[in-house]
T-cell receptor
Framework: GAGVSQSPSNKVTEKGKDVELRCDPI?????LYWYRQSLGQGLEFLIY????????KSGLPSDRFSAERTGGSVSTLTIQRTQQEDSAVYLC????????????FGPGTRLTVL | AQSVTQPDIHITVSEGASLELRCNYS??????LFWYVQSPGQGLQLLLK??????LVQGIKGFEAEFKRSQSSFNLRKPSVHWSDAAEYFC?????????????FGTGTRLKVLA
């Protein structure tokens, strides 16, 4: 079966532009996470979706960042008015319902803001 | 607050040598612990996980880790390293905060393997 997929794999944009990053989780996985990985840093939690519950947005660094998950499947992370400090790899992960289930990661989207 | 510390940013070992990557955590209850590996340009792959029971956990690719509650550690080991093990390794703690199950990651250890 297919794993977690993300698109695009690379995105170069100019400062001030908006970008959308897409995540297709594994079918049937109810939990979905977005992380940001900056050079030399660990993974920074951004947002968490679990089923039909309200998402946990506590990790979003500013109001320029938002995410949605449509139909409990595909998720889109949107960054408005991008800044150079937004340059990073954005990773998506999904998991079945239980916290003891394995979290599977996508390959990431490398965002470069010029 | 929960935290994960990986004290070694870089480690270099010779192929065939043994390996130990250190991980220390701070967590108030019994933690769920994980080790992930990230090869260049790839996402993270789970090597092994600990939830309860036997404190020595076996994973994929010949890796194992030992949970030591008294030391708040979950070190990753491999008896004989292969060149293909060169990658970045992340330790993580899973915890529930305000009803959300989150993973807290260390900053990673980059492993270099010498031929």
């Amino acid at each position: 079966g297919a794993g977690v997929s993300q698109s695009p794999s690379n995105k170069v944009t100019e400062k001030g532009k908006d970008v959308e990053l897409r995540c297709d989780p594994i079918s049937g996985h109810t939990a979905l996470y977005w992380y940001r990985q900056s050079l030399g840093q660990g993974l920074e939690f951004l947002i968490y979706f679990q089923g039909n519950s309200a998402p946990d947005k506590s990790g979003l660094p500013s109001d320029r960042f938002s995410a949605e998950r449509t139909g409990g499947s595909v998720s889109t992370l949107t960054i408005q008015r991008t800044q150079q400090e937004d340059s990073a790899v954005y990773l998506c992960a999904s998991r079945q319902a239980l916290s003891t289930d394995t979290q599977y990661f996508g390959p990431g989207t490398r965002l470069t803001v010029l | 607050a929960q935290s994960v510390t990986q004290p070694d940013i870089h480690i270099t070992v010779s192929e065939g040598a043994s390996l130990e990557l250190r991980c220390n955590y701070s967590y108030g209850a019994t933690p769920y612990l994980f080790w992930y590996v990230q090869s260049p340009g790839q996402g993270l792959q789970l090597l092994l996980k600990y939830f309860s029971g036997d404190t020595l956990v076996q994973g994929i690719k010949g890796f194992e880790a030992e949970f030591k509650r008294s030391q708040s550690s979950f070190n990753l080991r491999k008896p004989s390293v292969h060149w293909s093990d060169a990658a970045e390794y992340f330790c993580a703690v899973g915890s529930t905060t305000s009803g959300t199950y989150k993973y807290i990651f260390g900053t990673g250890t980059r492993l270099k393997v010498l031929a």
